[in-house]
């Protein structure tokens, strides 16, 4: 079946080391996001990427950084990962249409525990 | 700017029984995309239901169905003989034709009792 797959599920990590979250996807759709979820949050999407282009949400962190070296694959990299990073991370996929008028569909999350 | 209100924070249903979800929601744009998506336990966010707005028949899926009102920009969520299964997080969301910026609800969380 095709779908959004997160590696790893649950990602331990310590205050200020770098941490990198994994998204991949069979659908073969052109863009790609990033939500934060914080427990009893709704999601708060950090960034998308549409092909190659990266679109940065104007109130995320420069702490988060991401990656999409092709159209499987992109990554979310936490640079010096602070205790309020903790949390859910949510990749989605959206099919290629220029009016971005899609449904999104998402992975089973990233929960990141900041020590 | 666009919002997407979720005015119950917690539900309950009886197992087969029907249960109401309410959202509304506030845009400038005359199109656009509403849909609701659930959150089990396990978190993975699962795609419900999803309505056009230039669509005037409400969408229905199975035992999911929604009423749409777009002039009192009303998007509520029914649930029909109610399954164990259920039992999640509802998110309400919003997408616009200008962006894939996706608002959500703040959420409902369903409870169905056996």
């Known amino acids: 079946d095709a779908m959004v797959i997160q590696n790893p599920r649950y990602q331990v990590t310590q205050f200020g080391k770098p941490v990198t979250l994994s998204c991949s996807q069979t659908?073969?759709?052109?863009?790609m996001y990033w939500y934060q979820q914080k427990s009893s949050q709704a999601p708060k999407l950090l960034f998308h990427y549409y092909d190659k282009d990266f679109n940065n949400e104007a109130d995320t962190p420069d702490n988060f950084q991401s990656r999409r070296p092709n159209t499987s694959f992109c990554f979310l990299d936490i640079r010096s990962p602070g205790l309020g990073d903790a949390a859910m991370y949510l990749c989605?996929?959206?099919?290629?249409?220029?009016?971005?008028?899609?449904?999104?569909?998402f992975g089973p999350g990233t929960r990141l525990l900041v020590l | 700017a666009q919002t997407v209100t979720q005015s119950q924070p917690e539900m309950s249903v009886q197992e087969a029984e029907t249960v109401t979800l309410s959202c509304t929601y506030d845009?400038?744009?005359?199109?656009?995309?509403l849909f609701w998506y659930k959150q089990p336990p396990s978190r993975q966010m699962i795609l419900v239901i999803r309505?056009?707005?230039?669509?005037?028949q409400n969408a229905t899926e199975n035992r999911f169905s929604v009423n749409f009102q777009k002039a009192a920009k009303s998007f509520s969520l029914k649930i029909s003989d109610s399954q164990l299964g259920d039992a999640a997080m509802y998110f309400c969301?919003?997408?616009?034709?200008?962006?894939?910026?996706?608002?959500f609800g703040e959420g409902t969380q369903l409870t169905v009792n056996p």
């Open positions: 309505q056009e707005a230039y669509k005037q």
């Open positions: 969301a919003l997408l616009p034709p200008s962006g894939s910026r996706l608002t």
């Open positions: 659908l073969n759709h052109n863009v």
């Open positions: 845009t400038s744009e005359s199109d656009y995309y």
């Open positions: 989605a996929t959206s099919r290629d249409v220029v009016t971005y008028q899609e449904t999104q569909y």
